[in-house]
């Protein structure tokens, strides 16, 4: 399925689990169980700190915003996956590749703001206490809330935008289960210097600066809990912070990891991806759920 030019694209081909026919009813329920679990576990966060009024606070604000980032992330990849793996049509047009890519790409960028927000709140929480409630007050949460959808949506349009404008000359097999920049970037011949240069920006600013400003935070974050004398309060600062550094160091790991891994190595990629994609917004509310003793008891 070799392409000729940008003009004869009118449709992808997804390639993965395709070859694995008698696997596929496994793999259609291992899909289908993570996604069904990862949905209802997310729900319960989401309507457990709706319900409770004394968790209408900021770093719950944040973790609800979270776990709707989750439940749209695998809901962007995993029912069209399991409709592939079901119907056998591994055929995926140029609009759906598209749409696909944008909301993905919306999800990610959305949860890289949202988890450097998250450090800034327990930065302030517990580095700046006696000004937590002017700074995270009720208008400058939601404020940020409505900040960081819109610049995850509207960001996101301008990549995908100078994506579109990328010339495809190769196969139109995608090597995935879904329709991620690494994958697509395989497809085209050559790659516009606008494109290049949003990409690059994109990873300074969604990327860098948020896991950098996320490091920083927490530097001082525990400078200020080691200088903490009684040794309950250093507990109870450090279980305050605790989930939020395991979600942070599973994200950036497996995406590093994913994105790192040579072209040729197709199944480690489908792997990351798996993982990146599906388990990770799954095991992201058990996290908090586990390690949080107030959203324990709002559910």
Not at 24 to 37: A, E, G, N, T
Not at 97 to 111: D, L, R
Request: net charge positive.
């Amino acid at each position: 399925m070799l392409v000729k030019n940008e003009t004869s694209i009118k449709y992808f081909y997804m390639l993965t689990f395709s070859g694995e026919t008698r696997y596929k009813p496994f793999i259609s329920i291992f899909f289908f169980l993570i996604y069904s679990v990862g949905v209802l576990v997310n729900s319960s966060i989401i309507t457990a700190i709706c319900l409770e009024v004394q968790l209408h606070k900021p770093m719950y604000l944040f973790i609800c915003n979270l776990s709707i980032v989750d439940i749209f992330f695998t809901s962007v990849t995993v029912p069209k996956l399991l409709y592939m793996l079901l119907s056998g049509d591994h055929i995926i047009s140029f609009s759906q590749c598209y749409t696909q890519f944008y909301f993905f790409m919306s999800m990610g960028s959305a949860e890289d703001i949202l988890l450097f927000i998250m450090a800034y709140d327990r930065y302030v929480a517990i580095c700046i206490p006696l000004h937590y409630h002017q700074i995270m007050n009720q208008r400058n949460c939601i404020l940020i809330t409505f900040g960081i959808w819109a610049a995850a949506f509207l960001n996101t349009l301008l990549f995908v935008v100078s994506a579109l404008n990328m010339s495809s000359c190769h196969s139109n097999i995608i090597h995935q289960f879904s329709c991620d920049v690494k994958s697509l970037t395989r497809t085209t011949c050559t790659t516009t210097p606008m494109f290049s240069k949003i990409a690059a920006i994109e990873i300074l600013i969604f990327v860098f600066i948020p896991l950098m400003c996320t490091f920083i935070s927490y530097v001082n974050i525990f400078s200020v809990i080691l200088k903490i004398k009684s040794k309950e309060s250093r507990k109870k600062a450090f279980s305050t912070c605790s989930s939020h550094v395991t979600v942070i160091t599973i994200y950036y790991g497996t995406a590093v990891i994913g994105y790192l891994i040579p072209p040729y190595s197709d199944v480690l990629d489908s792997v990351f991806n798996i993982v990146y994609t599906t388990i990770i917004p799954m095991i992201n509310p058990i996290i908090y759920s586990l390690q949080n003793s107030n959203v324990q008891s709002a559910l």
